[in-house]
């Protein structure tokens, strides 16, 4: 969980103040965070499919924008809690339902994330302006490091709360509270039956992402690409 609250900071920062690097798109930074894990299928599944989802979502000035980076990364932490399938060796279907719904559901939640710390940078702005006009440097980078810190904070408890809450669905329906959840005999049973599901989707995720990126000059490039990416993947 800390791993994971960790990452999403990383991300958050990358995204909102720092770097402005692909490491805050979804299809880098939950590979990377599978990899860290030792679930890369997880990773690169979410992913795709986030990446995918808000491929087009641009943080233009004051508008409200859906962290789907965030959401990502709180679906990648919360199906990669559970084991794989022992049936099928893969991520359980029902894991990958649960993880996405609830990183979709943050991922929208965190439309407000941004307005409320674009509320405490006018006042630290402020703060900012009045030190620089004084020339007090110290004064001036202690304000620029407190913005640091409230970017920081931001995306550490959005993430925590967001894997939290992963957590706790799993726990509903595989953990203690085993009552609520399906039995272990019908999950087992779709699970043969879906167990192409999550590699299906994820190649029609990746196919969707590509054609964003073809040209006439280009597109035996992107074929050559999915084609050893499919392979290396396999």
Not at 47 to 66: D, P, R, T
Not at 89 to 103: D, I, K, Y
Not at 119 to 124: E, K, L, P, T
Request: one cysteine or more; glycine letters at 12%.
């Amino acid at each position: 969980m800390w791993l994971a609250t960790l990452a999403g900071t990383v991300v958050y920062l990358d995204t909102s103040v720092i770097g402005q690097t692909l490491l805050g798109q979804p299809i880098i930074a939950c590979v990377l965070y599978g990899l860290l894990i030792d679930r890369p299928e997880v990773g690169l599944f979410f992913g795709v499919i986030f990446e995918l989802l808000w491929l087009a979502n641009l943080q233009i000035g004051a508008a409200k924008f859906s962290e789907g980076s965030l959401g990502a990364l709180i679906a990648t932490a919360t199906a990669a809690s559970v084991a794989p399938s022992e049936v099928t060796g893969e991520p359980s279907w029902f894991v990958l339902l649960l993880s996405t719904a609830v990183g979709l559901i943050f991922a929208h939640l965190g439309r407000e994330l941004a307005p409320l710390v674009r509320r405490s940078m006018n006042r630290i702005a402020e703060s900012y302006v009045n030190a620089a006009a004084r020339n007090d440097h110290a004064a001036a980078r202690g304000w620029t490091m407190a913005a640091l810190g409230i970017h920081g904070a931001a995306g550490f408890g959005f993430t925590l709360l967001g894997v939290a809450c992963g957590h706790l669905v799993m726990r509903l329906y595989f953990g203690e509270f085993y009552a609520l959840g399906p039995s272990t005999s019908a999950v087992e049973a779709t699970d043969i039956i879906c167990s192409g599901m999550w590699p299906a989707l994820l190649g029609a995720g990746a196919a969707a992402a590509m054609l964003q990126l073809v040209t006439r000059r280009n597109w035996i490039w992107v074929i050559v690409l999915g084609l050893a990416g499919g392979v290396l993947i396999r």
